[in-house]
Each structure stands twice: as structure tokens, then as C-alpha cells.
């Protein structure tokens, strides 16, 4: 079985505390820092713009995960990768030209990923799977955090690997969503090799602690 890396979502961090939080993560586990950015139109909430990330990133010492949850991602490319990201994941439902998109990903020099939202298909991906390093499954609606996990994320996930394994071996498989120790384990089980989760660990009582246990579902 492939290491499972684990990438906390700042969404969930306390935004009057970013550098402590920040420095937590540090010297945690943690593989990735997950950066949620929306636009209050492709989903219904805005989380923060690129001051923020910059300061994240001026703090962070490990690589940042950029989930862009906006109606259009092209304008937002070059300000992720100057905020220190080393993936990019744009959605699927929101790029018009997806192949483009995931081309100035990469002529950036960061890895390019896709996200689906729960009631896209896996199969849309067939077409673009071997060009992304990155397939994200949202396993909750997306725009907030400290939502339900959606149980059927795990036939998807089942499907995406499979679909990988063929293909794309070393697809990152990234699950975003309502993560916890309850559903983590089934979700590896299945293919997925990347956990995002934002409540499960800040709201945990020892977020270290949190992130050694999702690792070593
Ligand atoms: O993209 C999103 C929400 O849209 C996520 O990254 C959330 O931040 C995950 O939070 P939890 O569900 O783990 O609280």
C-alpha cells in the first residue's frame, strides 16, 4: 500500500492565530498544507485572498496544496505559485478548458490537480488522467468547512483507482471533505492516498496527535 499523506486544510485553522497554527503544523506530521481559496461564486463563502496565503507561505515549511474553488482559475495561477504552492488543483466544473488550464499549471513549474464535486463522475477524468498529478474527490459539497462526509465518495474513490492504476500509477488521490478516523482507513483501503481534513484536526483536542493518527490509518 502507498504512503498516505495527509494535508491539513487551514480552512479550519484560527485565522486570529494563523502563525501559531502554522508553526503547529510545522513540526506535526502533516505531508502538505492544504489552502482552500473560493471566490464567493463558485461556491457560496469566501475564505481568504493571497495576502493571507503569503503569510502563510512566509511561515510554512511544508509545501503548500492550493484547492481553488473559483469560477474562473486562470487570473489566480501565477499569484498560487508566488504564494509557494506546489500543487494546484482546479475544478473540473469550473474549467471550460481544462487541458489549457492544466498546461500553465505546469509551464508555472507547480503539479497540476482536478477536483470533482460529489455528483461528478469519475469518468470525466479519463481523458485528462494522464496529464495531472492530481485527481482531488470532494467527499462534502464545497465551500465550508465541518461538513458530512458523503458515504458514496468511497465507490469513487474505488473507480478513480482503478482508472489510475491503468494509466496514471503515481496519481495523487486526494479526498476532501468530512475526513476522520471513522471514514480514513476505508477511503486508503479503496486507493485514495491523500487526506485533506480541517475540523478533524484543529478542532481536535492535540492536532499533532490527530495528524499521527490519520497517517497510520
Ligand atoms: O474544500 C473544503 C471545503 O470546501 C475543505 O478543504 C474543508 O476545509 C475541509 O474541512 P473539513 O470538512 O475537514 O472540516
Redesign the pocket.
Known sequence: MKECLVSP????ADFANIQRDVEMLNSSEADYI?I?I?DGVF?P?I?FGFPVTEAIARHAKKPLDF?L?VKDATPYLEACRDSGAEIITVHYEACTHLHRTIMAIHELGAKAGV?LNPHTPVAVLEEIIDHIDLALI??????????K?IPHTFAKVEKLAAMAEKTNPDLLIEI?????SENARELVQKGANML????????SENPQDTIHSLKRV
Do not use: I, Y
Request: charged share 10%; hydrophobic share 45%.
Open positions: 486544510s487551514m480552512l479550519a492544504h482552500d473560493m461556491v463563502n475564505s484547492h474553488m477536483a470532494m467527499s462534502v459539497n464545497p465551500g465550508f468547512g465541518g461538513q462526509f476532501d471533505g468530512g475526513v476522520t485533506v481534513a480541517g475540523s478533524f484536526v484543529f478542532k
